[in-house]
Each structure stands twice: as structure tokens, then as C-alpha cells.
T-cell receptor, first 115, second 111 residues
Framework: GAVVSQHPSRVICKSGTSVKIECRSL??????MFWYRQFPKQSLMLMAT?????????EQGVEKDKFLINHASLTLSTLTVTSAHPEDSSFYIC???????????FGSGTQLSVL | GESVGLHLPTLSVQEGDNSIINCAYS??????FIWYKQESGKGPQFIID?????DKRQGQRVTVLLNKTVKHLSLQIAATQPGDSAVYFC??????????FGTGTRLTIIP
């Protein structure tokens, strides 16, 4: 199957700093990438849908100014958590697909811990 | 709103036995369903999928059953192995192609 690489796998930062997470499709071009957040022992919750070359579409309740998403190329999307706070500590996961209707492939996730 | 849920949050199965994980969905418009396996600290791993025009699909040691009448989805894992221990999520797709995940079931294989 296709490979989606997510980096870093784990990050610890101080409250108030910004953290960037990268999601790359290694062997295919992804027109759409999705960003999810998962709290401990809970399910994955979709944060936003990112289409290459256009603005991301955020789910209700997700602050677009806090969670900046950039999908500048067909193989890279980034999620920046700005001015992170302890409540932003979570497992962030990206997924990517070639086109509508094709399978989603998931990254390995990023564990963010904000002190 | 519409949701996908699971009946059992935890399930323990003896190694070698078969396991069945259940999922209830509420959106009758959903036309594509997927089962994912998630190990601790990792992203979801695709297991098997099924479209709404089917009621059964088999893979290697796994079978997914879809009952549209009662909006029920199940994942059967045959001859369970220690490596099957994980959290299993069902997910549905409808409309604009966004995945909606269920709450998850933790499957523990007892040696």
C-alpha cells in the first residue's frame, strides 16, 4: 500500500510556543489530506480537510487561526499548532488519498505534549 | 448528529479463538464502511472495507458483515493471534467523503 510519513512522531514543547507537524505522501500524489486529533482512549476526530493549492476546510469547533494548515504541494501538508497550551496535548494523525473515492492512507501520528 | 458507535468497548478472546467486533451506524445514507486497526502510539491501519451494495466481504482471516436493515457492521477475526491485540475502529463515509470513526473496541488476545 501507499506510504504516508508523518514527522515528528513525538514532540514536547512549552506552553505558548508553536509546533509544526508534517505529513508527506511518499509514493503518490495526494490531492486531499485530512488531519485528525485523538485524545487518550477516544476515537479520531476530524479537524480539517486540506486540498492542494486551496484553503483548508475546518470542522465545526476547530479554530482555524490556532491550527494552521498548509497544503502547498501534492505530497506535503503541514499542521501548525500556534501558541500551544496544555489542552492541545493530543495525538495528531494525518491521512492522504490520491483522489475522491480512493482509499485513505494514514500517517503514524504525532504525540504532542505541551508543558 | 449522525454517529457511528460500537456495542462493546473491550473484548478479551483466547488465542486461537474467533472474535467478533460489532458496530452500529445511524446514517442510512452511508455507502462505504471501513474497519481499521490501531496499535498503541500508531496511526490506523486499514483492515477491510465494504460497500453498501454488499453484505459480506472476506479477507485474510477477517470477514466484514453488513446488515443494512438494522444498520449493523461487524468484523470477524478468525484464529486470533497475539498480534491482533489492538483497538479496532469502524468508520463510515457518506456525502462529502469524510470519514467518521466509531468509538473503538479494544481487543485483547489472551495467550
Amino acid at each position: 500500500g501507499a506510504v504516508v510519513s508523518q514527522h515528528p512522531s513525538r514532540v514536547i514543547c512549552k506552553s505558548g510556543t508553536s509546533v509544526k507537524i508534517e505529513c508527506r505522501s511518499l509514493d503518490f500524489q495526494a490531492t486531499t489530506m485530512f488531519w485528525y486529533r485523538q485524545f487518550p482512549k477516544q476515537s479520531l476526530m476530524l479537524m480539517a480537510t486540506s486540498n492542494e493549492g486551496s484553503k483548508a476546510t475546518y470542522e465545526q469547533g476547530v479554530e482555524k487561526d490556532k491550527f494552521l494548515i498548509n497544503h502547498a504541494s501534492l505530497t506535503l501538508s503541514t499542521l501548525t499548532v500556534t501558541s500551544a497550551h496544555p489542552e492541545d496535548s493530543s495525538f495528531y494523525i494525518c491521512s492522504a488519498r490520491k483522489t475522491v473515492g480512493e482509499k485513505l492512507f494514514f500517517g503514524s501520528g504525532t504525540q504532542l505534549s505541551v508543558l | 448528529g449522525e454517529s457511528v458507535g460500537l456495542h462493546l468497548p473491550t473484548l478479551s478472546v483466547q488465542e486461537g479463538d474467533n472474535s467478533i467486533i460489532n458496530c452500529a451506524y445511524s446514517n442510512s445514507a452511508s455507502d462505504y464502511f471501513i474497519w481499521y486497526k490501531q496499535e498503541s502510539g500508531k496511526g490506523p491501519q486499514f483492515i477491510i472495507d465494504i460497500r453498501s451494495n454488499m453484505d459480506k466481504r472476506q479477507g485474510q482471516r477477517v470477514t466484514v458483515l453488513l446488515n443494512k436493515t438494522v444498520k449493523h457492521l461487524s468484523l470477524q477475526i478468525a484464529a486470533t493471534q497475539p498480534g491482533d491485540s489492538a483497538v479496532y475502529f469502524c468508520a463510515e463515509i457518506f456525502g462529502n467523503e469524510k470519514l467518521t470513526f466509531g468509538t473503538g473496541t479494544r481487543l485483547t488476545i489472551i495467550p
